[in-house]
Each structure stands twice: as structure tokens, then as C-alpha cells.
């Protein structure tokens, strides 16, 4: 008894972890509701579930590109108990109950049920005019964002007060507009960032990371050669001047195409999963509350 107990917990495991890896996989198994003899189609059946023919002869095509060569008949004989093994594990894991109770498997089967769905969009042939026009509804997608160069004033703020700095800032915003030289005032009044803006034309991403947003919709809004009015960021103040903008530009559909099509099939695959799923909740019988907890 003891050692049966031990046991049980490893069966549990081992069942759902079979379960998911069969779940994601889905398709090698069929069913057979004869108690006869086996189907052509098939070379083995467990209980009332077949083992077909084209499961096994894909592992074994798949244990020969491992071996890079052909197998013998004691390896495909250890290929088919591993497949009635794992059909075991998995009609017991069912029994269990670990497809209505364990988190993990019922996150494998439903990824497994989206997989099988999506896959045939993914495989159909779609051909260039479809694509030439899915990429002109959608052409802000391939577009590369601007980019712009920038330099900066920073003065850092001082924990506890804030008046210090932002006097400096000012007067560095009154020099420049004196006209006394960027990189003068720069000198005699600025702090070094923590990281200093580099001196190359960056996507507005980049220069989110390098400024935060606040800093990023002042800069947007400059015009080359302008300056910024001080702007206040989670680090300190800034006085930015934009240097260089490089507009934003849309692709050409030769240079993206592959990137049109994968996006293509992503999204195809997306609206089948959404038929699938409101075609399953309208056949069933869905019953929620009135007012969520």
C-alpha cells in the first residue's frame, strides 16, 4: 500500500506531462469505435483509441534524420511502445480528471486547439496582388518611423530643491537665446547625463529611452535649428535643440514583402481563431453571472 502511494503522485505528473506534449500534438491519434481488428490505417490500438500508421512512421522518418540513417526493426518496435505508452499515460491523465483540473494541461490543450486552427491559414498560398493590397490598406505598418538628432542642455535636479535648477536651466535657455554658442552654455551651466544623447538621428523609441516622454513630445514638436523651452523630466531639466529630422517613410513593397506576408498570415490567422471561437461559444451553453465578484 505504501509503495502504491508513493507512486501516485509520479503517475499524476508523468500522466499530465504526456498529456500536454500529446495535447500539442494533436492529430497522431485516432479512434476506433470497433473492438475487431485494426484498421489499415493504423498499427496499434490502446483501449478504444488507434495509433494510426502515418503517427508512427513520421517518428520513425524522424529517429532516421537523427541517425541520419535507417532504423531496424528493434528500434521502430521501441518507437511504437513509446507511442502506446504515451496514449496510456494520456488516457490515464484523463481519467484523472488533469484536463478538467491541472491549470498546465487544459494551457496546453487550448494552445494546441489554436494551433490546429491557425496552421491552415498559415499554409495557404496567397498570392502577390492579394498581399500588394493588404499592404496599401495597411501601409502605415511598413512604414519606418522618423528619426531626429538632437542635442541637449541638462541640468540635474537637486534632491530637495528644486528652485537651484531650474534657475540654472533658465539662464542657460537666456544665453542661447542671446545667441552664445550651444555647446558654450553646455559647458558653463550643464550637467553630463547618466546616458548622453548620442549624435546620430533615433527613432522616437530611442529617444524615449534616453529622455522619457515628456522630453520626447517636446523634441517632436521642434523644428530644426529650434530650441526647446526648459522641460522638466523625472532626472532634471532640459533645454533641447533639434538638429536634424528625417521624415517618416513608407517602405517599398519589394523590400518588405516578406514582412507583408508574414503579418498577412498572422492577422488571417487571427480572424479564423475569432470564427472558431464565437462559432463554439454560439453552439454551446454559456451561463454567466449577472454581476462579477
Do not use: C
Not at 502506446?84 to 488516457?91: F, K, N, P, S, T
Not at 545667441?179 to 550637467?191: I, K, R, T
Not at 518588405?256 to 462559432?279: I, P, Q, S, T
Amino acid at each position: 500500500m505504501e509503495g502504491t502511494g508513493s507512486r501516485r503522485p509520479i503517475l499524476l505528473l508523468v500522466a499530465g506531462s504526456a498529456l500536454g506534449l500529446v495535447v500539442a500534438a494533436s492529430g497522431l491519434l485516432g479512434t476506433d469505435p470497433t473492438l475487431g481488428g485494426l484498421p489499415e490505417t493504423a498499427v496499434a490500438r490502446v483501449n478504444q483509441s488507434v495509433i494510426t500508421r502515418d503517427a508512427y512512421e513520421r517518428l520513425v522518418a524522424g529517429l532516421e534524420a537523427d541517425t541520419r540513417g535507417p532504423v531496424d526493426a528493434e528500434a521502430r518496435r521501441r518507437v511504437l511502445d513509446r507511442l502506446i505508452e504515451e496514449e496510456l499515460l494520456v488516457q490515464r491523465g484523463l481519467d484523472l480528471g488533469l484536463a478538467e483540473n491541472d491549470r498546465r494541461v487544459r494551457a496546453d490543450i487550448a494552445q494546441a486547439m489554436i494551433q490546429s486552427v491557425v496552421v491552415e491559414v498559415e499554409d495557404e498560398e496567397v498570392d502577390r496582388a492579394t498581399l500588394e493590397s493588404f499592404y496599401r490598406d495597411e501601409v502605415g505598418f511598413f512604414t519606418r518611423p522618423g528619426r531626429m538628432r538632437l542635442r541637449q542642455v541638462f541640468v540635474r535636479s537637486a534632491r530637495g530643491d528644486q528652485q537651484a535648477p531650474r534657475a540654472r536651466i533658465e539662464r542657460a535657455a537666456a544665453r542661447l537665446a542671446e545667441g552664445v554658442p550651444f555647446e558654450e552654455v553646455a559647458d558653463a551651466l550643464g550637467d553630463t547625463p547618466v546616458s548622453p544623447l548620442p549624435d546620430a538621428l533615433l527613432p522616437p523609441a530611442k529617444v524615449r529611452e534616453y529622455l522619457g516622454p515628456t522630453a520626447l513630445r517636446a523634441a517632436s514638436s521642434l523644428a530644426a535649428g529650434q530650441v526647446s523651452e526648459p522641460v522638466r523630466s523625472g532626472t532634471g531639466y532640459h533645454l533641447l535643440e533639434l538638429l536634424e529630422r528625417e521624415e517618416a517613410q513608407a517602405l517599398p513593397f519589394d523590400e518588405v514583402a516578406d514582412l507583408v506576408e508574414n503579418e498577412w498570415r498572422r492577422r488571417a490567422g487571427d480572424r479564423a481563431l475569432r470564427r472558431y471561437l464565437d462559432a463554439l461559444r454560439d453552439e454551446a451553453d454559456v451561463v454567466v453571472v449577472e454581476a462579477l465578484p
